[in-house]
């Protein structure tokens, strides 16, 4: 640009710049990713600044229209995209990815991904949960480890405590489903939902096979495939008569 000017027979002078970060050009991948940087720690000074406790700037990396309450604390290795916005008093991290996530007050996660939804106050997940778009999680819900949870709602107190994939479910507040439960969604055409009432209790190793509703305070036995309705308090039991096979591992070995 200076060459240009001067050839047009401009005059050139020099300025002295109040923040010389704001003169450097952008004109490498290299230069992009020191621009970004300084950004990046801008961002996480305006949240130091209002109450956010960011144990590590360095390895946090957040964009320019997140929102974050006072008194969260962020720890390593987190990323928050897009129209993120997260409450007071969280604890966010480790290892966490939300792009396009509302969070509640008190909320405790990490080692998650979330993407575009809900999760109410005093819920805690992870590690390793997926919370995909359209789930709207419920205040006090717990998810625990090797969770997923996509285009559902998951009522208050309700818990998910491990090894599950709940998709296009409405699941009423305090449930609990057992290790293992899965609501089998797609029949290889189209995508079907589940509904689960209050207070119901879904054993280990479940599959709910998609449309198919359980009734409020039902219990499902461990091991069950379940495809037709129950009513409400119904025991449901859906599984193969065991039968003991004597000396079957004696003969075996001989």
């Not at 490498?28 to 956010?52: C, F, H, T, W, Y």
């Not at 792009?99 to 590690?127: E, L, Q, R």
Request: with cysteine.
């Amino acid at each position: 640009v200076l060459g240009i000017l001067r050839e047009q027979g401009e005059k050139i002078w020099a300025v002295a710049a109040d923040d010389y970060e704001s003169t450097l050009g952008i004109n490498s991948r290299v230069q992009l990713s020191g621009a970004e940087k300084i950004l990046r720690r801008r961002k996480n000074i305006e949240l130091m600044d209002n109450g956010v406790t960011i144990m590590d700037p360095d390895s946090t990396f957040v964009d320019a229209d997140v929102e974050v309450g006072p008194d969260t604390v962020i720890y390593p290795f987190t990323w928050l995209e897009g129209n993120t916005k997260i409450g007071a008093n969280c604890e966010i991290g480790p290892n966490c990815r939300f792009s396009n996530v509302t969070i509640g007050d008190g909320v405790k996660g990490h080692f998650a991904y979330g993407h575009d939804c809900i999760v109410d106050d005093g819920v805690d997940f992870g590690p390793y949960v997926h919370l995909r778009p359209n789930t709207h999680i419920g205040k006090d819900v717990h998810i625990g480890n090797f969770v997923e949870v996509k285009n559902s709602n998951i009522g208050e107190g309700t818990k998910l405590p491990h090894l599950q994939y709940i998709g296009d479910a409405d699941v009423g507040s305090h449930v609990n489903c057992g290790c293992g439960t899965v609501t089998v969604n797609y029949d290889g055409k189209n995508k079907h939902r589940t509904v689960i009432g209050d207070n119901a209790f879904v054993g280990c190793q479940t599959a709910l096979v998609a449309p198919v509703t359980v009734g409020e305070g039902a219990y499902i036995g461990a091991g069950s495939t379940i495809t037709k309705d129950i009513p409400a308090s119904d025991l449901a039991i859906a599984r193969a008569h065991q039968k003991n096979i004597t000396g079957w591992a004696d003969k075996r070995k001989n």
